[in-house]
């Protein structure tokens, strides 16, 4: 059972997070800008899966250890930042830039499912963010915790995914009029490729606190 009386501060703060670009996001979008919508939302459920995760651990009690052991939470993030340093670069040099039609579509599909995936999961900060982000709306004393961790963790992630797949259409629109200029879409990719090693930088300079 839900405190109702947290719902709508807690609606509000879904929609501001789920609106700000963040290394999900920008991977999810990049995935729809250089292979098309439908590997965006296969990239965008796998980050989804990747952060249902942490908000497993914050319900089971377990996120407390990645919150406060260096150790645990620097080893993440450093395979966090590598990943997302690999992705960026791997778009940068890539040569193709345009849709084609696939021989093996769920084989991408499933690429970009994983990709994503390690996205979400190997993101610390993620974590750390529903382990400060959800108790402000859990009342104890009306339900279980870890039955409110999970139902309001849920919403987050999920609402995420709706706020991504609006994102997807509207840039696969306006993309696809662009995917037979091929030195545009090198140019589209090659810049996602650089925010997303941005991200990953800033991740590996990030600490538990910040």
Do not use: W
């Amino acid at each position: 059972m839900l405190d109702m009386s947290l719902i709508p501060g807690f609606l509000i703060a879904v929609i501001l997070i789920n609106i700000s670009p963040g290394p999900e996001m920008i991977f999810v979008v990049s995935t729809a800008v250089s292979s098309g919508k439908k590997q965006g939302i296969y990239a965008s459920l796998g980050t989804a899966c990747g952060s249902t995760i942490h908000v497993l651990l914050v319900a089971c009690g377990l996120a407390v250890v990645l919150s406060t052991s260096l150790v645990v939470f620097t080893v993440i993030k450093i395979l966090g930042a590598v990943y997302l340093c690999y992705l960026g670069v791997k778009a940068i040099v890539s040569r193709s830039m345009t849709v084609v039609p696939e021989t093996n579509g769920m084989k991408k599909n499933q690429n970009a499912y994983k990709k994503g995936f390690f996205v979400g999961v190997l993101n610390p900060k993620s974590v750390i963010f529903f382990l400060a982000f959800l108790p402000q709306f859990i009342n104890p004393e009306i339900g279980s915790y870890s039955f409110q961790v999970v139902s309001l963790g849920l919403f987050t992630v999920f609402a995420g995914v709706a706020v991504e797949v609006v994102i997807i259409l509207l840039v696969d629109r306006i993309v696809g009029v662009l995917r037979g200029n091929q030195r545009i879409m090198m140019m589209i990719d090659k810049l996602s490729g650089m925010v997303l090693i941005c991200f990953g930088l800033k991740l590996a300079l990030s600490t538990q606190k910040n």
